[in-house]
C-alpha cells in the first residue's frame, strides 16, 4: 500500500477544469517528481494534496484513511510537511529562531516559545542538528532577511523537517536559484533521501531527473505519463521536450 495516494482527482474553478481523473501514488522512502509545463496543473495538484484547495471528485489518502478535505493544519499534523514555491520565513528571527519555533516541543509549550526554546538544551540541540543537516549550522545566529537566496531555501526546509514530517513535498525548490545553487539543494535532497518520502514538484527537468525514483508527468491538468526517469526519456511528451535532448 503507498504511503500516500490520490485516486481519480477531479478540481474546477468555475468552467475550467484544472485537474481531470489525477491518480497518482508515493512510496515510502522513496523520492517522486511531478513535472510538467507552466500552466500544466501541477501546483494546482500540490494544493489538492496538501489540503488547500478540496476536490470536487476523487480522494486523497494517507496511509489508507481518507484525509480528503482535510484542513493543511490537520493535514500537517499527521507528519505531511510543505515547501512553498514562495518562501515563508520570519525575516526579522534569526536563522535558529525560525527552525526553533517550528519544533513540535516548542509549539507545545505555546507562550513566549522562543525563550523557552533557547531555555530548553533539547530543543537547542534539536535546531542545532536540523541546522547542521540543512548546511546552516554557521548562520544561526544571523538573521534569516540576510540570507542569500539559496540558504533561504535551505533554511525553509529546515524549517519543514522541524516538524519531523513523514512525507516531505517541495514545490519548486530550484526556483530562483543558479548552478551552484541548484547543485547545493540537489546535495541536501539527496542527503535526506531514504530517511522520508519526497515529493517534488519542479521545472527543471534534468534536476528532477537526477533526483527522482519516479515522476509523473502532468499536462493539460491529467497525468500523461509516469515512470522511472531512464524510461520517460523514450516518451513523446519527453522527447518534445527539453528532456529529450538529456544524455
Known amino acids: 500500500m503507498p504511503l500516500f495516494e490520490a485516486k481519480d482527482l477531479h478540481l474546477r474553478f468555475g468552467d ?3 485537474l481531470e481523473s489525477v491518480s497518482l501514488a508515493f512510496e515510502a522512502g ?3 517528481g511531478i513535472m510538467g509545463p507552466n500552466g500544466a496543473g501541477k501546483t494546482t495538484c500540490f494544493n489538492v494534496l496538501t489540503g488547500r484547495y478540496k476536490p470536487n471528485r476523487g480522494q486523497v489518502l494517507w496511509q489508507g484513511d481518507d484525509i480528503t478535505g482535510k484542513s493543511p493544519q490537520d493535514i500537517a499534523r499527521l507528519g505531511i510537511a510543505r515547501s512553498f514555491q514562495l518562501m515563508n520565513l520570519f525575516d526579522e528571527f534569526t536563522v535558529f529562531e525560525n527552525i526553533a519555533i517550528a519544533l513540535p516541543g516548542t509549539r507545545r509549550r505555546g ?7 533557547y531555555a530548553d538544551s533539547a530543543l537547542v540541540d534539536e535546531a542545532h542538528s536540523i541546522l547542521e543537516k540543512v548546511g546552516l549550522a554557521g548562520r544561526a545566529d544571523d538573521e534569516a532577511k540576510s540570507l ?6 535551505a533554511l525553509e526546509i529546515g524549517v519543514a523537517l522541524a516538524c519531523r514530517p513523514k512525507l516531505l513535498f517541495l514545490d519548486e525548490p530550484t526556483a530562483g536559484l543558479g548552478s551552484d545553487g541548484r547543485a547545493r539543494l540537489a546535495d541536501l535532497i539527496l542527503q535526506l533521501k531514504g530517511d522520508l518520502t519526497i515529493v517534488i514538484i519542479e521545472h527543471d527537468m534534468e534536476f528532477l531527473f537526477s533526483l527522482a525514483d519516479e515522476i509523473s ?5 491529467q497525468v500523461i505519463a509516469r515512470g522511472a526517469p531512464a524510461a520517460l526519456k523514450t516518451n513523446p511528451w519527453v522527447e518534445a521536450s527539453n528532456l529529450g535532448r538529456l544524455n
Do not use: E, K, T
Open 111 to 117: 507562550h513566549d516559545m522562543i525563550a523557552q526554546a
Open 217 to 221: 508527468v502532468i499536462h493539460w491538468g
Open 30 to 32: 522513496q523520492l517522486s
Open 148 to 153: 542569500s537566496y539559496g540558504a533561504r531555501r
Open 16 to 18: 475550467r477544469v484544472v
